[in-house]
């Protein structure tokens, strides 16, 4: 099953921030939450942080996804959302075939797509509009149904998002969610909120690993 | 060197629930193998450095993945596999194919040779050279000897 849930007009976009407050108002508790670059930097910024967000700062590049894919298929009982920026899926783009491959129905991927490596000073990205001369940018939901995703959505506005974000988490998956978000003025490299290794002995213990 | 009911029956006793892989023609063959395996489930990925990834959010979520790839592979992915085993210090266990170490005519002069062995070194994973169909079991020793230590650690497979 693919579905849209909009085709919004060209240029509009919804503030990271409400976005992800949408997420967060949406997440049910036995949820894994992966939020990465900016994602994780304002999902932070929330307070205090869930037993089972997986805040993947230090990440290696474009590799949410992945590290989303593996706790999907570990645990089956349990939806894992991977937060995205359109840099960073630009940078793992294979994985979407992985995931589809893998047939794990409990992963949804939401790309908060902005068109810029926000957190190194908002340089374009070769699939935005800006970075390749103008011309239409990638369309990452259509790549996503190619790769053959069970359900694919596209959303720029911040209501609508609001208004059907949990019927979008629920559809059967794997499910990908494009979000078109407005990039962050200033927004920096997330800080790591303690060390790695003690928190992911943490995550472990939380989801009884 | 080894077949792949070998290798699909070792992974099978070392109590590995996933391998995560990028074929080469060597541990290619063992696809079909561990894929017949009711314990072990293979996944197919793109590229390596997904493979250290997914081989991560599997130990986090309780499982125990082994990656196998090639030695070209493990040098594509030198970013994951840092991050997965040095900054969160995830224990991942590897089966790694070493191009061109017993068959030098194919490709000679093949860089394999020259940085494989460096790179494991500097990325700080311990590692054994399987060379003989007689050394499988040094595989299966070195995973426990890795996993009761909490460190990652691969098995070099000579190719």
């Known amino acids: 099953m693919t579905m849209n849930v909009a085709h919004d007009p060209p240029g509009a976009a919804m503030p990271l921030v409400r976005a992800l407050e949408v997420l967060r108002a949406n997440r049910r508790d036995d949820e894994i939450v992966i939020p990465t670059m900016g994602s994780a930097r304002e999902w932070m910024k929330f307070g205090d942080l869930h037993p089972l967000d997986f805040v993947l700062v230090p990440s290696a590049m474009g590799h949410g996804t992945s590290i989303g894919l593996g706790m999907a298929l570990a645990r089956p009982e349990r939806r894992v959302i991977a937060c995205m920026g359109d840099g960073s899926l630009l940078m793992n783009l294979g994985s979407l075939a992985s995931i589809v491959a893998a047939r794990v129905p409990n992963l949804v991927v939401i790309v908060f797509d902005n068109g810029v490596y926000e957190v190194t000073g908002q340089q374009p990205t070769a699939g935005a509009a800006a970075g390749r001369m103008g011309t239409r940018p990638a369309d990452f939901a259509a790549i996503a149904r190619a790769c053959g995703f069970d359900s694919v959505f596209e959303c720029s506005d911040a209501a609508e998002w609001g208004a059907n974000a949990r019927r979008m988490i629920d559809a059967p998956g794997p499910t990908f969610i494009a979000l078109t978000v407005e990039a962050v003025a200033g927004g920096t490299a997330p800080h790591s909120p303690g060390p790695a290794p003690t928190r992911a002995r943490a995550f472990m213990a939380a989801l009884g690993s | ?159």
């Not at chain 2, 900054?87 to 017993?102: A, C, N, Q, T, V």
């Not at chain 2, 299966?140 to 098995?155: I, L």
């Open chain 2, 1 to 159: 060197m080894f077949s792949g009911e070998q290798i699909s029956s070792l992974l099978e006793e070392l109590g590995v629930t996933h391998v995560i892989t990028v074929p080469d023609s060597t541990i290619g063959r063992w696809e079909s193998s561990i894929e017949r395996s009711p314990r072990v489930r293979l996944i197919r990925v793109c590229r390596e450095g997904e493979a250290w990834q997914v081989a991560a959010g599997l130990h986090l979520g309780g499982a125990t993945p082994v990656v196998m790839i090639q030695c070209t592979g493990l040098f594509e992915s030198g970013d994951a596999l840092r991050n997965a085993l040095h900054d969160w210090k995830l224990p991942i266990f590897s089966i790694i194919g070493y191009r061109s170490f017993l068959d030098q005519a194919k490709l000679p002069g093949d860089t394999c040779l020259v940085f494989t062995e460096p790179v494991l070194d500097a990325w700080r994973i311990e590692y054994r050279l399987i060379t003989s169909p007689g050394q499988l079991a040094d595989i299966g020793t070195h995973f426990r000897e890795c996993r009761a230590g909490e460190r990652p650690g691969a098995a070099l497979i000579a190719e």
